[in-house]
């Protein structure tokens, strides 16, 4: 079948998204100027031309390079607002988004800016777009336990506008266990919890992430069908999956996409969805990554349904919004 229209027309739920990975070229460039800040690259194609990458790492590393020209309120909300916009082309109707703090306040930008920048921009948006949106605070891996503290301790003044706390960045060598005390406090505070695991880490991260951490959700998990009681774990709580495969793609945790976990997933009765990460970098938001997976897979429509509605399942919307959401894609794909 010709997945294009089916898919553009789909309702979706992103639900791991990284807005500093949303920064595409030309804006940064442009913010760059505004801000006085050099960037190491002389045009936009030269930006693009290094968008190669071998492993996580290689992204991270031009990835934080990137961000460091944000430094007012206006360039987060220019950031977020570029990104609605964008999405809004899509039928994305719901979005929860990922923000580093410390990518910014190590560099001395305060974290308001940094939130009321990116909050206002979403909020302008569901007026704009009607995408509703959640926000997500994530911790930087590669730092230390006390550094993660100190960004919970300011996220608590903006408790009421953030739903969740993540942990993103480096992943090997950096276990969930190693934050244990800060998820257990910020469980405390009423935060849903979610981890990066299983991306370039093993499925022992995994199991890290659902037995220490206690997450709501795992952000990627490839790796969990490595280990059968992990699998069938997870598959018994229903805790998502959110893959991104153009990511996987890329960083060559899945080179050739023809061999992407998601349907062994889907088969296995895993709460499996589809993202899009880091889209600037990655080579495309959520249609390219739906349209990518389906050809790579040969997905079915019902195949492809199934994802969209684990999508407003696995988000942290009400469940009458869930069902409003999951209502609009059945009658979509009657009606197609
Ligand atoms: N930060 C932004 N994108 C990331 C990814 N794919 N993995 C870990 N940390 C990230
Ligand atoms: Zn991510």
Redesign the pocket.
């Known amino acids: 079948m010709s997945y294009k229209k089916f898919v553009e027309g789909l309702p979706k739920a992103e639900l791991h998204l990284?807005i500093?990975?949303t920064f595409e070229p030309e804006l940064m460039f442009e913010i760059a100027e505004r801000n006085g800040v050099k960037t190491k690259y002389a045009s936009v194609d030269a930006l693009k031309n290094a968008y190669r990458f071998s492993n996580?790492q290689e992204?991270?590393d031009i990835?934080y390079e990137g961000a460091a020209v944000l430094l007012e309120k206006r360039d987060f909300y220019d950031l977020t607002a570029a990104y609605l916009k964008r999405v809004s082309t899509e039928n994305v109707r719901h979005v929860e988004i990922?923000f580093?703090p410390q990518t910014h306040t190590d560099r001395g930008v305060a974290f308001s800016k940094v939130i009321e920048g990116i909050l206002d921009a979403l909020a302008d948006g569901e007026k704009e777009f009607g995408i509703t949106s959640r926000l997500i605070m994530?911790f930087?891996?590669h730092l230390s336990e006390e550094a993660a503290f100190k960004t919970l301790e300011e996220g608590l003044k903006y408790k009421d506008r953030i739903i969740g706390v993540g942990l993103?960045?480096?992943?090997l060598g950096n276990p969930p266990s190693k934050f244990a005390r800060v998820f257990a406090e910020a469980k405390k505070e009423g935060f849903l919890l979610m981890a990066?695991a299983g991306?370039?880490g093993p499925a022992d991260y995994i199991w890290e992430a659902l037995e220490v951490l206690d997450v709501d959700r795992i952000?990627?998990g490839n790796r969990c069908l490595d280990d059968d009681v992990l699998t069938a774990e997870i598959s018994r709580r229903q805790i998502a999956l959110t893959l991104?495969p153009l990511?996987n793609q890329k960083?060559q945790v899945c080179p050739d996409l023809t061999k992407h976990p998601v349907r062994k997933m889907l088969e296995r009765n895993l709460l499996a969805t589809i993202h899009s990460?880091?889209p600037a970098?990655f080579g495309g938001y959520m249609n390219a990554n739906f349209l990518a997976t389906a050809e790579a897979l040969n997905l079915s429509r019902d195949e492809l349904v199934r994802l969209a509605e684990n999508g407003f399942k696995a988000s942290f919307l009400d469940e009458a919004e869930k069902n409003r959401h999951i209502e609009a894609v059945r009658a979509y794909a009657e009606n197609f």
Do not use: A
Not at 168 to 171: A, H, I, L, Q, V
């Open positions: 990284h500093e990975g996580l992204f991270l990835y990922f580093d994530s930087l891996r993103d960045s480096s992943e990066h991306e370039e952000d990627h991104c990511s960083l990460d880091d970098y």
